[in-house]
């Protein structure tokens, strides 16, 4: 099941992220604690759906592809919007102190949105196609190629947006 392997590495990315918890208490420590959840099931997600896809796509298995696919919208919903969410209203509440003004917090922010743009425009009509073309038996690989390729952009970026909050440069 995909569903089991994107909880696998969302589990593993927790455990690993423990020792860099910060505390769950005070308004502050809540949120940032949400925020880092929100960062961990969206990255883990996006990761681990990659992995399955890729291990179907190499297994020349076209049923089982054909059902990894489908399962791609759904953790898009599911999982990888619930990761957005926190993201996005606890990153919100946290911001005040970083703005108004220049700070890592706008690029960091704007890679995030343009990862947002690439997965609306390109990545979700491309799934859409994709669960068409492998249902009606016709050739996958080009669709998922170009899969691959935007997807490697949509996820480096919000990448970039976690160095950023990171190490907070300037
Ligand atoms: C709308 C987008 C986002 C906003 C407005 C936002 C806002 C913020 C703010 C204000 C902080 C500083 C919290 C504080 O210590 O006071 C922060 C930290 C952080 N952000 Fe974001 N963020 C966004 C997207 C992201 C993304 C896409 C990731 C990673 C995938 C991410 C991961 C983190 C992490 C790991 C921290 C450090 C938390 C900590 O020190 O405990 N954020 N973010």
Redesign the pocket.
């Known amino acids: 099941m995909p569903i089991a392997h994107v909880l696998l590495v969302t589990g593993i990315a927790s455990v690993v992220s423990l020792p860099?918890?910060?505390e769950w208490t005070g308004w502050?420590g809540w949120?940032?604690?949400l925020?880092?959840v929100?960062?961990t099931v969206?990255?883990a997600t996006i990761l681990g759906m990659a992995l399955w896809v890729l291990r179907s796509w190499r297994s020349g298995e076209r049923t089982a592809l054909e059902r990894v696919v489908r399962w791609i919208p759904r953790t898009d919903v599911w999982l990888v919007l619930f990761?957005v969410d926190l993201?996005?209203i606890?990153?919100?509440i946290?911001?005040?102190?970083?703005l108004p003004g220049w700070s890592w917090?706008v690029p960091?922010?704007a890679?995030?949105?343009a990862?947002g743009v690439i997965w609306g425009l390109v990545l979700m009509p491309l799934q859409r196609r994709l669960v068409e073309t492998c249902a009606s038996g016709a050739d996958p690989d080009p669709l998922l190629r170009r899969w691959f390729r935007w997807g490697a952009v949509a996820l480096v970026l919000?990448?970039v947006?976690?160095t950023l909050?990171?190490t907070?440069p300037g």
Do not use: I
């Open positions: 860099w918890w910060p502050d949120h940032r604690s925020h880092r929100g960062a969206f990255l990761g993201l996005t606890n990153g919100a946290l911001a005040p102190p970083y917090l960091g922010a890679c995030f949105v990862s919000p990448l947006s976690l909050m990171l907070r």
